[in-house]
């Protein structure tokens, strides 16, 4: 069975710039879950999708957003980037939103913005 | 509102000596309590988890926890270190309605020859 699978591996913007983030879930599961893993700051929720709906999100600005297609994948997007957006980025997903919550992450997208 | 404490950001240990990674938590209802392994560069992997049942929960890679409701506390441990378990290691608590999970802020092992 394949796992999370994120593209692309790495990327390298300039501040004010947009980026896109691409997520595949595990076949069969229908939520995808997005953190931001800065240094020093730990794992932050940042958004959570599931039937294509966003179900929740984190403390983080309005520039931060994303979506979730009909075949459960799920893009994060980034605008007016700033240095501290520097990052990386995981994505994860579940089975089912009302069993405990197993999450299986992907290998991340590293954000640097210079 | 949940959430994790866990307790020293580096433990250093030698290889074959025991491995003891504390986690506390906080929540107002039964709490689903996961740990989480990263290794540089990669993704989190899930060594083990605890949802209901026997509170002494077995892991991949030797690794085991037990849920202590009176500490409210999920430690990590393992009888024996080996070099490749210097990783970092995550515990997290399941957010309930809100999805997400809330990880505490890490714990990284460095194991000496």
């Known amino acids: 069975e394949a796992g999370v699978t994120q593209s692309p591996t790495h990327l390298i913007k300039t501040r004010g710039q947009q980026v896109t983030l691409r997520c595949s879930p595990i076949?069969?599961?229908?939520?995808v879950y997005w953190y931001q893993q800065a240094l020093g700051l730990g794992l932050q929720f940042l958004l959570w999708y599931d039937e294509g709906e966003e179900r929740n999100r984190g403390n983080f600005p309005p520039r931060f957003s994303g979506r979730q297609f009909p075949n459960y994948s799920s893009e994060l997007n980034v605008n007016a980037l700033e240095l501290e957006d520097s990052a990386l980025y995981l994505c994860?997903?579940?089975?089912?939103?009302?069993?405990?919550?197993?999450?299986?992450f992907g290998p991340g997208t590293r954000l640097t913005v210079l | 509102a949940q959430s994790v404490t866990q307790l020293g950001s580096h433990v250093s240990v030698s290889e074959g000596a025991l491995v003891l990674l504390r986690c506390n938590y906080s929540s107002s209802v039964p709490p689903y309590l996961f740990w989480y392994v990263q290794y540089p560069n990669q993704g989190l992997q899930l060594l083990l988890k605890y949802t209901t049942g026997a509170t002494l929960v077995k892991g991949i890679n030797g690794f085991e926890a037990e849920f202590k409701k009176s500490e409210t506390s999920f430690h990590l441990t393992k009888p024996s270190a080996h070099m490749s378990d210097a990783a970092e290691y995550f515990c997290?608590?399941?957010?309930?309605?809100?999805?997400?999970?809330?990880f505490g802020k890490g714990t990284k092992l460095s194991v000496k020859p």
């Open positions: 994860a997903s579940s089975p089912d939103t009302y069993l405990y919550n197993e999450q299986f």
């Open positions: 076949s069969g599961h229908t939520s």
């Open positions: 997290a608590v399941d957010g309930g309605s809100q999805g997400n999970l809330i």
